[in-house]
Structure formats: C-alpha cells, structure tokens
C-alpha cells in the first residue's frame, strides 16, 4: 500500500534528487512569491474570521501551499522565506490600531492560532531543502 502523500510529492530522495532551478529563474520567483504570502496573509486575515472554524483552517492551508510552494519552486529556503516576509508585512500593519480605534486582525483565539499556526507552516516548509548550503543557495560561476 503506497503512500498518498508520496504520490502528491514524491518521496525525499525523489525530492532531494531534484535539480535546483538556474539562479536567473529563482530571482524571477522570489518577488512574485513576497506579494504571494502578503495576498495570502490579507486574505487570511478575513477568512479565518469570517468562517470560524474552517476558515481559520483554510487560512493556515493557504500558508502552507505558499510557503512550501515557494520552496519547490526555486528549492532553496529563501524561496519559503520571502513569502513569511510579505505575510508577516501584511500582518504588522493589519494589527497596527487605526485612529478610530479599529483592528483588522483583532485579539482573539482564532487570530492567535492563526499567527502561531502560520508561523509553525513556515517552519515546517523551511526546514527541508534540496540544497546543502546555509541558505539554500549553491556558489555558481557564472
């Protein structure tokens, strides 16, 4: 009996065998991927509040197609790390009180879960990469 999970992604060796994409692809996607994970943090910020439960469950999926998106795609960390830049962007400012007295993403539990569950989703998608290097990234000569 197989795994469905290794039908989706393939095993690790499968991944790890992978090649990294060329340098000039992976410049290509880190920006595309920041407004991917603030896009993603906006529309978080909403749905986990408009439809408790499982908005909050459809937010933190969304987290994690991005984030472990981003590190298929260019197979480095940085391509997990800038979509938790625009993601935590977005959040800071929509947690900033506005001079009515407003919040966006107010104090609660669902807003709680929701910063700490998609800060466990970056974790869980930084942690593997096909790449030896501190960052992911190989020296190449160009």
């Known amino acids: 009996m197989s795994n469905p999970l290794h039908a989706l992604l393939g095993t690790r060796s499968q991944r790890l ?3 990294l994409p060329s340098r ?3 410049l290509a996607w880190y920006p595309v991927l920041f407004v991917l994970g603030a896009l993603v943090a906006l529309c978080g ?3 986990q509040a408009l439809w408790s439960p499982v908005g909050l469950l459809l937010a933190l999926a969304g987290n994690l197609a991005v984030f472990y998106g981003g590190l ?3 197979g480095t960390k940085l391509g997990a790390g800038f979509p938790i830049l625009g993601w935590l962007l977005v959040l800071m400012v929509l947690m ?3 001079p009515e007295g407003d919040f966006v993403l107010a104090s609660g539990a669902n807003s709680y879960v929701y910063l700490v569950g998609g800060l466990a989703t970056w974790l869980v998608c930084v ?3 096909r790449s ?3 960052l992911g990234i190989p020296r190449q000569r160009d």
Do not use: K, Q
């Open 17 to 19: 065998a992978e090649p």
């Open 45 to 47: 910020c909403f749905v």
């Open 96 to 98: 900033a009180p506005r």
């Open 24 to 26: 000039r692809t992976r």
């Open 127 to 129: 942690l593997p990469t």
């Open 132 to 134: 030896t290097f501190p």
């Open 72 to 74: 298929r795609l260019t």
